[in-house]
């Protein structure tokens, strides 16, 4: 529960025109079809937010 305050607060920040890092966890295909669009609406409603991609499978994500 305490986690999900800490990323509340963290979201509100970025919501007022704070800071932050959102990394993205994806595989293969959706780079390509799904998340250009998605980044772009994303990092001009939130240009304060450094944004990574992290590319590989259900079974890396776990892992990370």
């Known amino acids: 529960m305490l986690k999900d305050v800490e990323n509340q607060d963290r979201w509100a920040r ?3 025109g704070g800071y932050g890092h959102l990394t ?3 595989t293969h ?3 390509l ?3 250009p669009h998605v980044i772009q609406r994303f990092t ?3 240009p304060g937010v450094r944004l990574s991609l992290r590319q590989g499978s259900p079974t890396q994500f776990r892992n990370w």
């Open 14 to 16: 970025i919501h007022r």
């Open 24 to 26: 993205i966890a994806t």
């Open 29 to 31: 295909t959706q780079p």
């Open 33 to 35: 079809n799904a998340l």
């Open 44 to 46: 001009s409603r939130y």
